[in-house]
């Protein structure tokens, strides 16, 4: 069954075709990182314009390269920036109106989980999924692929977050999380000290805000002593070093817990930020082969894992009505559509 999938939840316009949930056909991702890096973040209404402009021309470069037809269509619904979730749910629904498909929304978390199953043909559920990106952190048991429940992640910021905050803090531009972890490489992590947050009575919960809150007060520490010669008077190297390390020990450290506590032997990262070689390191030193991380290219947004995760939730009977709507937030347990 090959599925035509749409993800336009922030700022990657991507289009897929996947076959029976493990086998990419297309994968078309374009990135909209050079328009919002004048602004330091997203810019929703650029966003969604960018994601009309894109969404057909890519849609076409993915139909020419793939024999064979489509079945059915998908695309995510929730969670992720309204104007740009509309923009391909609704694109979904004309090409699934017009060749009278099948529409199936999918959450967005529920497509990260998914692009292990593109990396790795034999894994399956049950696993602990560590969901970690730019706007989203958490740690997801997931019992079957379409049954999910929350065991724990972030209070406030995302992890990834977390990274592009302290890049900008730090001068290194949007979004900035590759570009803090290359300037922390040569660092000593030691040499700072920042703040890893544990929430009484929630142990697989994280804080990010905390670690954020103590670097900008670092710089403008530096700032008011220094003026415009602030950034020689830190080790900027050992300042990205020591904030990296903080926000890494708070994922590993709650995500092996998580794992040893609810008895997984498989456990899933996936999301943007499963790209930082620290975390994945540090994952694979105490996880050992308990831990899978997909490819870089199935970590950062796009619609192959949008395209897997529809075909099991086809398999579990989802079925959207023309008037699907999409949703800035939704909890990843509940299906998005009834059957
Ligand atoms: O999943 P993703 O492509 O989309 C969003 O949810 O936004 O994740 C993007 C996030 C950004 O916050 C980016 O800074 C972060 O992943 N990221 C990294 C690295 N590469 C990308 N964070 C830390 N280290 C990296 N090497």
Redesign the pocket.
């Known amino acids: 069954m090959n599925i035509l999938a749409f993800e336009t939840?922030?700022?990657?316009t991507s289009v897929a075709i996947v076959r029976d949930g493990r086998e990419l056909l297309a994968n078309e991702v374009l990135s909209q990182n050079d328009l919002h890096a004048l602004y330091g973040g997203?810019v929703p209404e650029i966003a969604s314009r960018s994601h009309l402009e894109a969404i057909a021309p890519l849609t076409a470069k993915a139909l020419s390269g793939v024999p064979g037809g489509i079945d059915a269509v998908a695309a995510t619904a929730a969670p992720g920036l309204i104007g740009a979730l509309l923009v391909g749910l609704n694109f979904a629904k004309g090409y699934a109106m017009a060749k009278n498909l099948p529409l199936i929304p999918v959450h967005?978390i529920r497509g990260?989980i998914a692009a292990i199953y593109l990396a790795e043909p034999e894994i399956k559920p049950p696993f602990l999924a560590a969901i970690?990106?730019?706007?989203?952190t958490q740690f997801i048991e997931v019992l079957d692929y379409t049954d999910m429940r929350v065991a724990g992640g972030t209070r406030d910021d995302?992890?990834?977050?977390a990274?592009?905050k302290g890049?900008r803090l730090l001068g290194l531009g949007y979004?900035?999380?590759?570009a803090?972890?290359?300037l922390a490489e040569p660092g000593d992590d030691a040499k700072y000290r920042f703040p890893v947050a544990d929430i009484e009575g929630a142990p697989f919960d994280t804080s990010f805000s905390g670690v954020k809150t103590a670097l900008r007060n670092l710089v403008h520490h530096a700032k008011q002593l220094y003026g415009d010669d602030w950034a020689e008077s830190l080790d900027l190297p050992s300042v990205a070093a020591s904030y990296?390390k903080a926000?890494i020990s708070a994922l590993s450290g709650k995500l092996c817990a998580a794992a040893d506590a609810l008895g997984y032997d498989t456990v899933v990262l996936a999301?943007?930020?499963a790209?930082?070689?620290?975390?994945c390191t540090e994952l694979r030193s105490k996880l050992g082969n308990r831990i899978h991380i997909p490819p870089?290219f199935l970590?950062?947004?796009n619609a192959a894992m949008i395209a897997s995760q529809a075909f099991y939730e086809f398999l579990k009977g989802a079925r959207a009505p023309l008037s699907q709507n999409a949703y800035a937030t939704f909890d990843v347990a509940i299906p998005l559509c009834q059957s």
């Open positions: 939840s922030c700022d990657e997203v967005h990260h970690v990106s730019g706007g989203n995302a992890a990834g977050e990274f592009d890049a979004p900035g999380g590759a803090l972890s290359r990296q926000i999301g943007g930020v790209a930082n070689r620290r975390l870089v970590c950062g947004d």
